[in-house]
């Protein structure tokens, strides 16, 4: 039994070292100067600090796999690990790592995933991977809104080919054409040009594009960003549930903990009564 306390110590010990501030801040800058390793090699630089760069990025790559290791040796459930979405992630990117860079036929895959290494910065940070997560989360929500804005582009688009195309061929000569420069009036890039334009032979289809760029930049503008903060507000939510479940896990561990101190105290206090 006391083995098993101690194991039981040992591992609580551990992961209040994988979750303090120092060892999430020391994996951060390993990170950042990970993305600087990767910068640096963009520019014509010496061969001495080429070689020194590349010894940095080795060991940059040695640290990320001690790292991911030790982190699957405190997770409570093992089998789950690779089930986490992030650690997933994780894993694959320094796997890729791994890969010998003087192999010709791998160094553009080796260098990639080297590159995707920042992206790292979004699983270790809970802020960045609370936003990515609801995000991800809104994009089926997003995509209804997006569906309708691809409906309201075509009718116009199919407006403005038909009205626009003989004054000009090259902004309104199809339906495909027409959306390309609705999506420039959309993002407002120089967009009052091309409605002059139409106004000298329309003098009223300003009107086309005031109610065009009202239902896309204003409405479904809108329409995006509350499905967001929507989809933010629940899983803020569900954090502070998860939050709440976690810290009834922890003391839940600890009573076992304490329950396994007494039972070993009141054995010990057995034997001394037998002797």
Same mark, same amino acid.
């Given at each position: 039994m006391s083995s098993d306390l101690s194991r039981f110590s040992a591992l609580e010990q551990l992961r209040r070292i994988e979750s303090s501030r120092l060892f999430q801040g020391t994996v951060i800058t390993i990170i950042i100067l990970s993305a600087l390793t990767i910068g640096a090699k963009t520019y014509e630089i010496p061969p001495l600090v080429a070689d020194i760069l590349t010894i940095l @990025? =080795?060991?940059i790559t040695v640290f990320f796999l001690v790292e991911i290791l030790f982190r699957f040796a405190v997770y409570p459930d093992k089998k789950r690990f690779l089930l986490d979405g992030w650690n997933l992630f994780d894993t694959l990117v320094v796997i890729g %790592? /791994?890969?010998p860079l003087d192999n010709s036929e791998a160094v553009l895959l080796g260098r990639l995933l080297r590159v995707f290494r920042v992206l790292r910065l979004v699983s270790v940070v809970p802020e960045l991977r609370f936003l990515i997560n609801s995000l991800l989360k809104a994009i089926p929500r997003m995509g209804y809104i997006a569906l309708l804005m691809f409906i309201i582009f075509y009718i116009y688009a199919a407006m403005g080919a038909m +009205?626009?195309?003989?004054? @000009? @061929?090259? /902004?309104?000569g199809d339906v495909a054409v027409s959306m390309l420069t609705l999506f420039r009036v959309a993002t407002f890039e120089d967009w009052t040009d091309v409605m002059y334009a139409t106004m000298d032979v329309y003098p009223l %289809?300003?009107?086309?594009?005031?109610? +065009?760029i009202f239902l896309t930049a204003f409405v479904f503008l809108n329409m995006m960003v509350g499905a967001i903060l929507e989809v933010m507000s629940e899983e803020q939510n569900a954090k502070q549930a998860q939050k709440a479940h976690d810290e009834r896990d922890e003391m839940? $561990? $600890?009573?076992?903990?304490? #329950?396994? #101190?007494? =039972?070993?105290l009141t054995e010990m206090m057995r034997e001394q009564k037998r002797s």
């Open positions: @990025d =080795n060991g %790592s /791994l890969i +009205f626009f195309a003989d004054i @000009d @061929d090259t /902004l309104w %289809s300003w009107m086309y594009y005031l109610t +065009f839940a $561990r $600890r009573l076992v903990a304490m #329950q396994a #101190q007494l =039972n070993e």
